[in-house]
């Protein structure tokens, strides 16, 4: 018997009526069974007639009780929303990047950098050894010393997730075999009721110190157990979906039970929730696989419980419960992890406050805290969200894994509500504030993302918490996901990046190519390789940047008077559809295979202006073209950029520079797609300014040119900028030489920041993250010192020191003492001589007079207290 379809009817409806069908089915056969035993005793000129009465009132009776359930359904009332996205997503797997394209090479640049350097980092830095020490656990094994963080397992499991999804754009039976070999490790850790975590396994009597003594006793502060768990699991399901197998499955599985069992809100559980959210979402992931409801119900309790248990604050966004909270605070990767956990639980339950309550909290993210790369997380003081239009940009955090999770958040609330805004902040955030975190050649990482740099950001080869690159390593090979949906009968075309794909729609199959050159020109070609689903709509969406709105929010607003236009054509005509109040430009028709749809977007260059209320931005603009933003770099500019002042109304040209000039030498021989490619650079005119030594100021006619901000700091540490003044007051001129500046630097801890002490600039106060500043961190109760080295011998009189403290979060606070001392010419060191008291002020001005002396060199000395390091801004001295 044919089987109803779900697409007929409600979902809810349909497994009601399946079910019956089914066992009807069974009585129908047994019942047909014994008609027919007769039937073929009759005449065989009597046995048509009898069979043809037997169908019909077979088919007639299905049919009745069809419509009779369906009457009785719409009798009892609207039948309840279905549990799940309304929209669904085209997986992975049946998107295939092209190589020749902007993120083909991205992905191609994984495969042969990013992903095999962290498996060779998982091998050097000891993550595979936890497991296998995990095996055979001893007293002896100093977990803290032999494993840093509790959190390292995480970083196999990311690393084998980025490798799933490459193996869907390029199977490799060499990385599978690898792969399997991992998973071999990591099974033989596992405990026999599925616990897994190697910071206790290794030595159970004697674990690391945030593990706590017994299972899930600090999970809400350090342990980060929970947080292994949502790691391995959102690996496990893209591994089962890549590869078919059940290996790393089953291990995420039986962890996964371990903890149903464990932790809830029952009599002998531990009634905790996670320190560091992302289990939710992976549980829910998890039930998507399997089926099995208990581990959504466990995500839910994760989501209902917080702002109810022990531990309550803002960081771990625990203060509220989670339906009363309306503002991002705290940890921003945290933030954002729970609230995609958050839509994925009311997708899944159908809890409409959950949805009610991530629209909020949306909203305040979008309107108030976002910057205009998409980066999310304003302060290193946590890694956290800062106030509401609290925006710096030199000391702008926007941690890469944050970026990742704000892609995550609007993904799902646009499967929740269908509505372009969503992914116009996903493809900001994107192309700028994600991509920013791993360079072009796929072998240096970003943590923080700044918008502004004097030189003390530079990129790195990997770091001691490598969780950035790991979570980059399994994202960016996963985006081939993103690319399209499908509801109904409509298919959105969400980003524009050059593929092909074949996905169902009304359970009919459709192929559908793409081509593009998108962002560098707005030219996007879409062919229709086959259809059997007949009539669909087609849903392109129109990018905010096109309809004239950076953002979906008064947070940003172009400044100049551009309107861009666009075009589409089906098969070289006018296309006969109009944009929606979604905005997606819909069209709808009997497509036929070699249907070919042309999008043109024209793609100005444009400068932005951000609400008057963001006070780091005021007076100034930021540049951007299609969904890049740009960005004033060094190298680029033979004077200081952060001198500059740009017109009103300026005028661009259009350049390029070859890929190669941003590709590590030792990196190019392997990243032969990037040969003969550039990248589109800008050039406007502008202005330095500079103080004389009367203080008069003095302006000099520049060209500033322009890279996109995802390809700064590929060449070297140094200035670059992001928001460039156009009103004065809003500019930074160069002031007159000090004996600081012209100084020789040197410190016993000399870090890329140390220039920092000596660039004249001083903040506004103890809060002000916006100038550089230089720390001694992570050295604590140790005596530190720095020295002016002058070109030759200067008399001083006064010093004046500005400390650098981020408490109550951070690990500096000012120091317990500090004393100068100058050097003779033999060399040695001595005490200035009738100094003042030596003040420690949070960022003010902390100045000591003493007897002149004339010397060569000068000399800080600073006791850090004994459980944080020292910082400073800025030291003078005259």
């Given at each position: 018997?044919?089987?109803?379809?779900?697409?007929?009817?409600?979902?809810?409806?349909?497994?009601?009526?399946?079910?019956?069908?089914?066992?009807?089915?069974?009585?129908?056969?047994?019942?047909?069974?014994?008609?027919?035993?007769?039937?073929?005793?009759?005449?065989?000129?009597?046995?048509?007639?009898?069979?043809?009465?037997?169908?019909?009132?077979?088919?007639?009776?299905?049919?009745?009780?069809?419509?009779?359930?369906?009457?009785?359904?719409?009798?009892?009332?609207?039948?309840?929303?279905?549990?799940?996205?309304?929209?669904?997503?085209?997986?992975?797997?049946?998107?295939?990047?092209?190589?020749?394209?902007?993120?083909?090479?991205?992905?191609?640049?994984?495969?042969?950098?990013?992903?095999?350097?962290?498996?060779?980092?998982?091998?050097?830095?000891?993550?595979?050894?936890?497991?296998?020490?995990?095996?055979?656990?001893?007293?002896?094994?100093?977990?803290?010393?032999?494993?840093?963080?509790?959190?390292?397992?995480?970083?196999?499991?990311?690393?084998?997730?980025?490798?799933?999804?490459?193996?869907?754009?390029?199977?490799?039976?060499?990385?599978?075999?690898?792969?399997?070999?991992?998973?071999?490790?990591?099974?033989?850790?596992?405990?026999?009721?599925?616990?897994?975590?190697?910071?206790?396994?290794?030595?159970?009597?004697?674990?690391?110190?945030?593990?706590?003594?017994?299972?899930?006793?600090?999970?809400?502060?350090?342990?980060?157990?929970?947080?292994?768990?949502?790691?391995?699991?959102?690996?496990?399901?893209?591994?089962?979906?890549?590869?078919?197998?059940?290996?790393?499955?089953?291990?995420?599985?039986?962890?996964?039970?371990?903890?149903?069992?464990?932790?809830?809100?029952?009599?002998?559980?531990?009634?905790?929730?996670?320190?560091?959210?992302?289990?939710?979402?992976?549980?829910?992931?998890?039930?998507?696989?399997?089926?099995?409801?208990?581990?959504?119900?466990?995500?839910?309790?994760?989501?209902?419980?917080?702002?109810?248990?022990?531990?309550?604050?803002?960081?771990?966004?625990?203060?509220?419960?989670?339906?009363?909270?309306?503002?991002?605070?705290?940890?921003?990767?945290?933030?954002?992890?729970?609230?995609?956990?958050?839509?994925?639980?009311?997708?899944?339950t159908g809890d409409t406050a959950y949805i009610h309550a991530i629209d909020r909290i949306w909203d305040n993210i979008v309107g108030r805290?976002?910057?205009?790369?998409?980066?999310?997380?304003?302060?290193?003081?946590?890694?956290?969200?800062?106030?509401?239009?609290?925006?710096?940009?030199?000391?702008?955090?926007?941690?890469?894994?944050?970026?990742?999770?704000?892609?995550?958040?609007?993904?799902?609330?646009?499967?929740?509500?269908?509505?372009?805004?969503?992914?116009?902040?996903?493809?900001?955030?994107?192309?700028?504030?994600?991509?920013?975190?791993?360079?072009?050649?796929?072998?240096?990482?970003?943590?923080?993302?700044?918008?502004?740099?004097?030189?003390?950001?530079?990129?790195?080869?990997?770091?001691?918490?490598?969780?950035?690159?790991?979570?980059?390593?399994?994202?960016?090979?996963?985006?081939?996901?993103?690319?399209?949906?499908?509801?109904?009968?409509?298919?959105?075309?969400?980003?524009?990046?050059?593929?092909?794909?074949?996905?169902?729609?009304?359970?009919?199959?459709?192929?559908?190519?793409?081509?593009?050159?998108?962002?560098?020109?707005?030219?996007?070609?879409?062919?229709?390789?086959?259809?059997?689903?007949?009539?669909?709509?087609?849903?392109?969406?129109?990018?905010?940047?096109?309809?004239?709105?950076?953002?979906?929010?008064?947070?940003?607003?172009?400044?100049?008077?551009?309107?861009?236009?666009?075009?589409?054509?089906?098969?070289?005509?006018?296309?006969?559809?109009?944009?929606?109040?979604?905005?997606?430009?819909?069209?709808?028709?009997?497509?036929?295979?070699?249907?070919?749809?042309?999008?043109?977007?024209?793609?100005?260059?444009?400068?932005?202006?951000?609400?008057?209320?963001?006070?780091?931005?005021?007076?100034?603009?930021?540049?951007?073209?299609?969904?890049?933003?740009?960005?004033?770099?060094?190298?680029?500019?033979?004077?200081?950029?952060?001198?500059?002042?740009?017109?009103?109304?300026?005028?661009?040209?259009?350049?390029?520079?070859?890929?190669?000039?941003?590709?590590?030498?030792?990196?190019?021989?392997?990243?032969?797609?990037?040969?003969?490619?550039?990248?589109?650079?800008?050039?406007?005119?502008?202005?330095?300014?500079?103080?004389?030594?009367?203080?008069?100021?003095?302006?000099?006619?520049?060209?500033?040119?322009?890279?996109?901000?995802?390809?700064?700091?590929?060449?070297?540490?140094?200035?670059?900028?992001?928001?460039?003044?156009?009103?004065?007051?809003?500019?930074?001129?160069?002031?007159?030489?000090?004996?600081?500046?012209?100084?020789?630097?040197?410190?016993?801890?000399?870090?890329?920041?140390?220039?920092?002490?000596?660039?004249?600039?001083?903040?506004?106060?103890?809060?002000?993250?916006?100038?550089?500043?230089?720390?001694?961190?992570?050295?604590?109760?140790?005596?530190?010192?720095?020295?002016?080295?002058?070109?030759?011998?200067?008399?001083?009189?006064?010093?004046?020191?500005?400390?650098?403290?981020?408490?109550?979060?951070?690990?500096?606070?000012?120091?317990?003492?500090?004393?100068?001392?100058?050097?003779?010419?033999?060399?040695?060191?001595?005490?200035?001589?009738?100094?003042?008291?030596?003040?420690?002020?949070?960022?003010?001005?902390?100045?000591?007079?003493?007897?002149?002396?004339?010397?060569?060199?000068?000399?800080?000395?600073?006791?850090?207290?004994?459980?944080?390091?020292?910082?400073?801004?800025?030291?003078?001295?005259?």
């Amino acid at each position: 018997m044919r089987r109803l379809s779900k697409t007929a009817i409600g979902d809810e409806i349909f497994t009601v009526l399946d079910e019956f069908f089914l066992r009807f089915t069974r009585f129908l056969r047994k019942f047909a069974k014994a008609w027919h035993t007769p039937v073929r005793r009759l005449k065989p000129c009597q046995r048509p007639k009898l069979q043809h009465q037997y169908h019909t009132m077979k088919k007639n009776l299905i049919m009745t009780v069809a419509v009779a359930t369906l009457a009785m359904a719409v009798q009892a009332g609207k039948p309840k929303a279905a549990p799940g996205y309304p929209i669904t997503p085209v997986p992975f797997t049946s998107v295939k990047l092209w190589n020749n394209t902007f993120w083909g090479q991205r992905l191609e640049t994984s495969r042969r950098v990013t992903i095999p350097l962290a498996f060779s980092k998982c091998e050097t830095e000891g993550r595979y050894k936890n497991f296998e020490r995990a095996v055979h656990p001893s007293d002896s094994y100093d977990v803290n010393k032999l494993m840093p963080l509790s959190f390292d397992d995480t970083d196999p499991y990311k690393t084998i997730e980025g490798a799933s999804y490459i193996l869907q754009t390029y199977p490799d039976a060499r990385l599978k075999h690898y792969i399997d070999s991992v998973l071999d490790i990591i099974g033989a850790a596992q405990e026999p009721d599925g616990y897994l975590y190697t910071a206790r396994t290794q030595n159970p009597k004697h674990p690391h110190g945030w593990a706590g003594a017994t299972r899930w006793s600090k999970e809400e502060d350090l342990s980060h157990e929970l947080y292994n768990l949502g790691h391995m699991v959102e690996g496990a399901v893209a591994h089962w979906q890549a590869t078919g197998s059940r290996k790393f499955l089953d291990i995420a599985t039986r962890y996964a039970d371990c903890v149903v069992r464990e932790v809830g809100p029952r009599a002998g559980q531990a009634c905790v929730v996670p320190g560091h959210q992302i289990a939710e979402m992976a549980l829910c992931r998890l039930y998507l696989a399997t089926g099995n409801r208990k581990y959504l119900d466990e995500a839910k309790f994760f989501l209902d419980y917080r702002g109810k248990t022990e531990i309550k604050n803002d960081y771990s966004q625990s203060r509220l419960p989670v339906l009363q909270q309306d503002e991002a605070v705290g940890h921003a990767v945290r933030a954002t992890y729970m609230y995609a956990g958050m839509a994925d639980v009311a997708a899944l339950t159908g809890d409409t406050a959950y949805i009610h309550a991530i629209d909020r909290i949306w909203d305040n993210i979008v309107g108030r805290k976002l910057y205009i790369t998409g980066g999310i997380g304003a302060t290193s003081n946590g890694e956290a969200f800062g106030k509401n239009y609290e925006l710096p940009n030199m000391s702008a955090y926007n941690e890469t894994c944050a970026a990742i999770g704000n892609v995550y958040v609007n993904y799902r609330l646009f499967l929740l509500h269908g509505e372009s805004k969503y992914y116009d902040v996903l493809e900001r955030t994107l192309y700028n504030g994600l991509i920013d975190g791993v360079s072009m050649d796929g072998g240096g990482f970003f943590y923080p993302n700044p918008l502004e740099s004097m030189g003390q950001h530079q990129r790195q080869a990997w770091f001691g918490c490598a969780c950035c690159p790991s979570n980059v390593c399994r994202f960016l090979p996963s985006l081939p996901g993103y690319v399209y949906a499908v509801r109904d009968r409509s298919v959105y075309v969400n980003l524009f990046l050059s593929c092909s794909s074949q996905f169902d729609v009304a359970g009919r199959r459709v192929s559908i190519s793409q081509d593009t050159r998108y962002p560098w020109d707005g030219d996007v070609a879409l062919k229709v390789e086959g259809n059997k689903a007949g009539v669909f709509d087609m849903k392109i969406r129109i990018p905010g940047w096109v309809r004239n709105k950076p953002v979906p929010s008064d947070l940003y607003a172009y400044s100049d008077e551009l309107r861009p236009t666009y075009s589409v054509t089906v098969n070289g005509q006018p296309a006969a559809a109009e944009l929606t109040p979604d905005g997606y430009y819909t069209i709808r028709r009997n497509w036929r295979k070699g249907d070919v749809v042309r999008v043109h977007f024209d793609i100005p260059v444009r400068t932005v202006r951000a609400n008057n209320k963001v006070e780091a931005d005021r007076g100034q603009v930021c540049v951007e073209r299609g969904p890049l933003v740009y960005a004033a770099e060094w190298p680029d500019n033979a004077f200081d950029i952060m001198n500059v002042l740009v017109g009103q109304k300026p005028v661009f040209t259009q350049g390029s520079m070859p890929y190669d000039s941003f590709i590590a030498d030792s990196l190019k021989g392997r990243l032969t797609q990037y040969r003969g490619l550039a990248v589109q650079t800008l050039s406007m005119p502008a202005q330095t300014l500079a103080y004389d030594k009367d203080g008069r100021l003095a302006t000099h006619d520049v060209t500033l040119k322009l890279i996109p901000y995802f390809a700064w700091a590929h060449r070297g540490n140094g200035n670059m900028k992001v928001w460039l003044p156009q009103d004065v007051r809003a500019a930074r001129p160069a002031v007159p030489v000090t004996l600081a500046s012209q100084a020789e630097i040197a410190s016993s801890t000399p870090t890329r920041s140390l220039y920092s002490i000596a660039d004249g600039l001083v903040p506004a106060d103890e809060n002000d993250r916006s100038v550089p500043y230089f720390h001694w961190w992570p050295k604590q109760n140790t005596t530190e010192w720095i020295t002016y080295t002058f070109p030759e011998p200067k008399t001083v009189q006064t010093s004046t020191v500005y400390w650098y403290d981020d408490q109550p979060w951070g690990g500096c606070k000012v120091p317990d003492s500090w004393t100068l001392n100058y050097q003779d010419e033999a060399g040695n060191w001595h005490p200035v001589t009738h100094a003042d008291a030596y003040p420690t002020q949070r960022g003010a001005a902390c100045t000591v007079h003493f007897d002149p002396v004339k010397t060569r060199a000068i000399r800080l000395d600073v006791k850090q207290p004994e459980k944080h390091s020292s910082g400073l801004f800025e030291w003078m001295v005259k």
